[in-house]
């Protein structure tokens, strides 16, 4: 599975951004896809996370309300909605493809990751 990201750039707070990722392969349905992203100096963490129906979901509390994960399994894509954006929000964004249908939220579970998109906040 190859995995490409775009979306991100440079927005004010309060504003939106949507990322998405684009998948080769033909697994992508019978795989959970996640976002994760890495801030400056920081360590990489789960942002959101979607089952490979997309009948389940999963948010890190930092998210919940603000950002939407959602997947098309017939484009092989899986978006990231990101509202009310806050500079804390900046960081590379990864999408990540996992080894089961089922959502996970550890890095460990996924073994296929993206190249990054870079998104920043200002205040």
């Known amino acids: 599975v190859q995995l490409q990201a775009f979306g991100g750039g440079l927005v004010h707070a309060g504003n939106s951004l949507r990322l998405s990722c684009a998948a080769s392969g033909r697994t992508f349905s019978s795989r959970a896809m996640g976002w994760f992203r890495q801030a400056p100096g920081k360590e990489r963490e789960f942002v959101a996370a979607?089952?490979?129906?997309?009948?389940?979901?999963n948010y890190a509390d930092s998210v919940k309300g603000r950002f939407t994960i959602s997947r098309d399994n017939a484009k092989n894509t899986v978006d990231l909605q990101m509202n009310s954006l806050k500079p804390e929000d900046t960081a590379v964004y990864y999408c990540?493809?996992?080894?089961?249908?089922?959502?996970?939220?550890?890095?460990?579970?996924?073994?296929?990751w993206g190249q990054g998109t870079k998104v920043t906040v200002s205040s």
């Open positions: 979607i089952s490979g129906s997309g009948g389940s979901l």
């Open positions: 990540a493809a996992g080894n089961s249908w089922y959502i996970h939220v550890y890095q460990y579970d996924y073994n296929f």
